[in-house]
């Protein structure tokens, strides 16, 4: 699978977007972008995926460059909860390859 | 549906002794994964399984440790003998289809002293 970049920490202001970044630049052309978050003491939980196209639900919007070789995590507004680790993971879908969660970002939001 | 149980909450034992984590995954999910989460080594993947077979257990770190999965909706993952360096924290996955949408569990703190 892929190898990610992501910045250690990041800070947001409350109600603010919250913008996190991943680098994947020697991802291939079947390997999808996943993001999950870890809160505090708690299990990761799944937030989006997406192959090259923007993709968003009730959670956050997913922006992946055109040479997919970058995508961001967007938290339209963030709040206090979103305070968590957040994991960008490349990999190939239905395969038997493993998700490699990496090191992640630590976003704190701020009130 | 009461998401991924894992039991117990927190584990403290003493080196040498076996100890047993237990996991009910969602109803209808056919794969399982146990991860084990440290400071030093972040979450890595130990085993999964799909429809009750192990299919990879390349993670396993060594034969102390072991996982089974007698039916769909238990799993469990056993240590013998434990060691200090196996405390970590132990998640259980499930996921109706591989690598899409993983559940986690809340986690079991295992602590060997």
């Known amino acids: 699978d892929a190898k990610t970049t992501q910045p250690p920490s990041m800070d947001c202001a409350e109600g603010r977007a919250a913008n996190l970044p991943c680098n994947h630049s020697?991802?291939?052309?079947?390997?999808?972008v996943y993001w999950y978050r870890q809160i505090h003491s708690q299990g990761p939980q799944y937030i989006i995926h997406g192959l090259k196209n923007n993709e968003t639900n009730e959670m956050a919007s997913l922006i992946i460059t055109e040479d997919r070789k970058s995508s961001t995590l967007i938290l339209p507004h963030a709040t206090l909860r979103d305070t968590a680790v957040y994991y960008c993971i490349v990999r190939v879908r239905n395969t038997g390859n493993q998700f490699y969660f990496g090191t992640g970002t630590s976003l704190t939001v701020i009130p | 549906d009461a998401g991924v149980i894992q039991s117990p909450r927190h584990e403290v034992t003493e080196m040498g002794q076996e100890v047993t984590l237990r996991c009910k995954p969602i109803?209808?999910?056919?794969?399982l994964f146990w991860y084990r989460q440290t400071m030093m080594r972040g979450l890595e993947l130990l085993i999964y399984f799909n429809n009750n077979v192990p299919i990879d257990d390349s993670g396993m770190p060594e034969d102390r440790f072991s996982a089974k999965m007698p039916n769909a909706s238990f799993s469990t993952l056993k240590i013998q003998p434990s060691e200090p360096r196996d405390s970590a924290v132990y998640f259980c996955a499930s996921s109706p289809n591989w690598g899409e949408k993983a559940f986690f569990g809340q986690g079991t703190r295992l602590t060997v002293v």
């Open positions: 109803s209808g999910h056919d794969y």
């Open positions: 020697t991802i291939s052309g079947n390997e999808y």
